[in-house]
């Protein structure tokens, strides 16, 4: 009798403290990478986007473990081909075909929340960090949401030039992210 008790309580613990892991609902997403050139503003929307992260604890936001991102680069796409081709040739897309985020530390207070990552663009590893905001929605699901600057030249990729070089694309990049995530 105590033996299966103590069984009990080890089993309840666990479960109380096993790691959850959530990832993206991509229909309820979205990321848009924009910038400046000569000519206009302009927007590119990734289509496709793996991501997933571990809470330590079950619907304790503070509890953020690891996540990763995946996306494959010819997946970010805009309404005109020839940019698309000059953003592909720019990152590399033939020897380096996605771009990945990896999760190193994150703190979060409240709703807020500062991660610090390793990004990787067309073969260049560097560790930045960004602000993001978290919200817990009714279904249990989380939205994080961002806005990351970017310099392509920090990645060694040359801003994209068409036209003989009449068309030139601005170095910073943002990068705007809506992800919700559903609890596997």
Same mark, same amino acid.
């Given at each position: 009798?105590? &033996?299966?008790?103590?069984?009990?309580?080890?089993?309840?613990?666990?479960?109380?403290?096993? !790691?959850? +892991?959530?990832?993206?609902?991509?229909?309820?997403? &979205?990321?848009?990478?924009?910038?400046?050139? =000569?000519?206009?503003?302009?927007?590119?929307?990734?289509? !496709?986007?793996?991501?997933?992260?571990?809470?330590?604890?079950?619907?304790?936001? !503070?509890?953020?473990?690891?996540?990763? #991102? &995946?996306?494959?680069?010819?997946?970010?796409?805009?309404?005109?081909?020839?940019?698309?081709?000059?953003?592909?040739?720019?990152?590399?897309?033939?020897?380096?075909?996605?771009? =990945? #985020?990896?999760?190193?530390?994150?703190?979060? +207070?409240?709703?807020?929340?500062?991660?610090?990552?390793?990004?990787?663009?067309?073969?260049?590893?560097?560790?930045?960090? %960004? %602000?993001?905001?978290?919200?817990?929605?009714?279904?249990?699901?989380?939205?994080?949401?961002?806005?990351?600057?970017?310099?392509? &030249?920090?990645?060694?990729?040359?801003?994209?030039?068409?036209?003989?070089? =009449?068309?030139?694309?601005? %170095?910073?990049?943002?990068? %705007?992210?809506?992800?919700?995530?559903? !609890?596997?």
């Amino acid at each position: 009798m105590v &033996s299966t008790l103590v069984v009990l309580l080890v089993v309840i613990h666990s479960l109380a403290f096993a !790691q959850v +892991t959530y990832k993206v609902e991509w229909n309820k997403s &979205s990321v848009f990478v924009s910038g400046t050139s =000569t000519i206009h503003d302009w927007e590119m929307k990734v289509e !496709q986007l793996q991501a997933s992260f571990e809470l330590a604890e079950a619907g304790s936001l !503070q509890t953020l473990k690891n996540g990763r #991102v &995946s996306v494959e680069v010819e997946s970010i796409k805009s309404d005109r081909s020839l940019m698309n081709k000059k953003t592909y040739e720019a990152l590399k897309s033939k020897k380096n075909p996605t771009i =990945t #985020v990896s999760l190193d530390e994150v703190n979060v +207070t409240g709703e807020k929340g500062v991660a610090k990552f390793t990004l990787s663009i067309a073969g260049k590893k560097q560790q930045i960090s %960004d %602000d993001f905001t978290l919200e817990s929605l009714a279904d249990g699901q989380i939205r994080i949401e961002g806005e990351l600057d970017l310099k392509m &030249s920090s990645y060694d990729v040359e801003p994209p030039v068409a036209l003989m070089g =009449t068309i030139k694309t601005g %170095d910073e990049v943002k990068i %705007d992210y809506n992800l919700v995530f559903k !609890q596997q």
